[in-house]
């Protein structure tokens, strides 16, 4: 599952490390179970481009 999350990750042009670190984040500070979808690798690159 993890190697599956990173190549994802790798195929959406995200740093699988960003990733995990910021998703994690996200988790433990009560992201909310129903806006899952920003919280994949495909969504965290159009976001994390924005805010560069």
């Given amino acids: 599952m993890l ?5 994802t990750c ?3 042009g995200v740093n699988p ?6 998703t994690l984040h996200a988790v433990m500070d009560g992201h909310p ?3 899952i979808e920003e919280l ?3 969504s ?3 976001t994390s481009s924005l805010a560069a």
């Fill in 3 to 7: 190697a599956s999350l990173v190549a």
């Fill in 10 to 12: 790798k195929m959406s």
């Fill in 17 to 22: 490390v960003d990733y995990l670190a910021t």
């Fill in 33 to 35: 179970k129903a806006r």
């Fill in 40 to 42: 994949m690798p495909w």
């Fill in 44 to 46: 965290f690159a159009q």
